[in-house]
């Protein structure tokens, strides 16, 4: 077990830089999930860490030890890799302790540290079949299981769900979850999906183009996203984003005009700036009395989701989500007055999408 | 009948007569070379060629008996079993490297060498081998003969290791394993098909390489291909004989060859990804 801290790293292909100058330190114990849109560089930093990628510049320490020119067999580092990375030639059983071979760990702990995995992942019954013989979804545990067995330094997750249907993912991630809480051993997570990024971190790592946009638990990125970019990725449906100016002491939508209700903190913002992107949650709209004040709307598009219902809308040129009750009961064409709940609401700097505080 | 069906029927039929034409061409000396070496020695050249006769074992008989057939055929093997030993030894890691730094001028220079005349080689060799006292040995032999045997390892077993998921490969690294027990470990056991395709192609090439065993051996060193070479003799050639031995030294190739075909179909890396 052991902390991880990435500091000045730079990584080039070529004159290409994926990766400019990047700081992060990971807590010995935690649970860091790296999320960003495809190409942003999350994979390729969780390869440096396993040390399947060369680092440009920068430095890499794994606890106290820098490993820069570390090979990766000797990092002590566990991963789990998209498409599984079985051996297709070994059963399940020297699969999973292959890597105990290599380090002469005696026969009978051998046996004994196989036997504890896979029962903790299910896979006793398999431990003699070849991967092929397998599902997608046991595969998934026997390579979890590969690296559970060797009780290492940290966990590396690159997208391990990614192939795994809808329902087996959310089973699988649960036991993510909780076999990290039962381990207690640093975890590092790659994955594009913001539901997995959410539900398992400690720490969220948004990265765009390289750069960590935010580092922050779950509640943070969301509650307090550092920058439009954030607010948008995390959160389904996305944040709505609309340009809004502050005109004649009152805050208004930039295209049409609309009378924007905000409370008092944000509207001094607003004040303050001049102009900004307002950002909505779909979640925190809230449907306000026809009469009061409020951004009144027409029904596009009605997505019923049993539990709350999505309605789809135009809003000075911009395509807008909200999320209402399903009590509600809105019908296409429907004139509702959408009211963004006070406190609820972000802003961003019209320049750089920096939030505004 | 349809139009489509009738157009079916002429198509199937056409190629029965194809494949029957060129299956003719291509065995018409192997067939005609089998049945000649179990023919009377005077009927192997008579004109026109008879078709029934009595087969006879005197060409074979009077093949031992003439020549020291058994230690060619022991030469034969020392020199192909040897040069395919180096071809594998060399030949295999030099695949996996080529495949694993996805650095290919190496693989085309052995290319290269093969693709290039034998006599391009014969006399920069004759002169070294020479030199060294050498000549007439297993070992001129056997190295020569890898020129043969190491570009088809390397060129058979190329796209086995590609095929291999890289993720495969770095799951053993981050499991610590070091590049040589991965080729040990992982790749070579995987490839294991492919391996044994390259050393019967090799074997078979360098079985039938004449060239270099023509000019580099000596008597006790001749190799079963070269030694045929001396029946066609300058006042007469020993026909019979000479058809014995080629039916002979063509068999362990055609053996081969059969069983290379079984080989070939490999599913040994299903399973090794999300399938």
């Known amino acids: 077990m052991a902390s991880i801290s990435i500091r000045n790293l730079t990584k080039r292909y070529g004159t290409f830089t994926v990766i400019p100058d990047l700081n992060l330190e990971i807590a010995d114990h935690e649970f860091v999930v790296f999320v960003g849109p495809s190409g942003c560089g999350k994979s390729t930093l969780l390869r440096i860490i396993a040390g399947l990628e060369p680092i440009s510049s920068g430095d890499l320490y794994i606890g106290d030890i820098r490993v820069n020119g570390v090979q990766a067999a000797q990092r002590d580092i566990a991963m789990v890799f998209q498409d599984y990375a ?26 004994s540290r196989v036997k504890r995995a896979a029962a903790l992942l299910h896979i006793e019954p398999y431990l003699d079949r070849k ?77 765009q183009s390289g750069a960590i946009q935010q580092y922050d638990t779950p509640e943070a990125v969301y509650e307090r996203p550092a920058n439009q970019f954030v607010a948008g990725f995390i959160g389904s449906p996305a944040m709505n984003f609309f340009p809004v100016e502050w005109r004649e002491e009152r805050a208004v ?13 944000t509207a001094g913002r607003l004040a303050k700036a001049g102009q900004a992107v ?61 009211r963004p709940q006070p406190g609820r609401t972000h802003l961003f700097a019209a320049t750089d999408g920096q939030v505004l505080r | 009948m349809t139009d489509a069906a009738h157009n079916e029927r002429w198509i199937r039929w056409l190629n029965t007569v ?21 023919k009377p020695s005077f009927e192997v050249t008579a004109y026109p060629p008879t078709v029934i006769f009595a087969p006879t074992l005197e060409n074979y008989v009077e093949l031992t008996r003439t020549t020291p057939f058994l230690s060619y055929a022991l030469n034969s093997l020392i020199v192909t079993v040897g040069s395919t030993a180096l071809g ?140 045929a070479f001396n029946f066609i003799g300058e006042g007469s050639t020993q026909w019979g004989a000479l058809m014995a031995a080629a039916t002979l030294i063509a068999l362990p190739p055609l053996l081969l060859a059969a069983l290379v075909q079984r080989w070939l179909v490999s599913g040994l890396t299903l399973g090794a990804v999300k399938g």
């Open chain 1, 86 to 111: 079985l051996y297709p030639h070994m059963s399940v059983y020297d699969n999973m302790s292959f890597a105990l071979e290599l380090r002469g760990t005696p026969k009978v702990e051998i046996a």
């Open chain 1, 253 to 265: 939508l930039s295209q049409g005009g609309t009378v924007v209700p905000l409370d008092g903190e």
């Open chain 2, 88 to 227: 594998l030894l060399f030949g295999i890691p030099a695949a996996f490297a080529v495949s694993w730094t996805r650095i290919t001028w190496p693989a085309i220079l052995t290319l290269a060498a093969r693709m290039a005349p034998g006599t391009l080689f014969l006399l920069p060799w004759y002169v070294m081998f020479r030199q060294v006292g050498m000549i007439g040995s297993y070992t001129a032999l056997i190295l020569s003969h890898a020129v043969i045997t190491l570009p088809i390892v390397i060129w058979v077993l190329l796209p086995s290791f590609d095929a291999i998921p890289r993720s495969v490969f770095e799951a053993a690294q981050v499991d610590g394993c070091s590049v040589t027990r991965i080729l040990w470990r992982i790749a070579m056991p995987l490839v294991a098909s492919g391996i044994a395709v390259s050393a019967i192609l090799a074997f078979v090439f360098s079985w039938n390489y004449f060239l270099f065993a023509l000019v580099l051996s000596n008597g006790d060193t001749k190799t079963l291909i070269a030694a």
């Open chain 1, 278 to 338: 307002l950002g909505i949650r779909p979640e925190h709209f809230a449907v306000a009395p026809e009469g009061t004040d409020g951004l009144p709307i027409s029904v596009k598009l009605v997505e019923p989701l049993g539990s709350d219902t999505l309605i789809h809308f135009d809003l000075a040129n911009v395509s807008a989500i909200a999320r209402v009750d399903p009590s509600l009961r809105p019908k296409v064409g429907d004139r509702i007055n959408l």
């Open chain 2, 18 to 38: 194809q494949l029957v034409i060129a299956g003719a061409v291509i065995m018409a000396p192997t067939v005609w070379m089998v049945l000649s070496s179990f």
């Open chain 1, 131 to 207: 991967p092929k013989e397998l599902s997608g979804g046991q595969r998934q545990r026997v390579a979890m299981g590969r690296a559970i067995v060797r009780n290492p330094k940290a966990f590396l997750f690159d997208e391990p769900l990614s192939n795994l249907d809808a329902k087996l993912r959310g089973q699988v991630r649960a036991e993510i979850k909780a076999l990290s809480q039962e381990l207690k051993t640093t975890m590092v997570f790659v994955t594009h999906d913001q539901i997995e990024a959410m539900t398992m971190a400690d720490r969220i790592v948004v990265l």
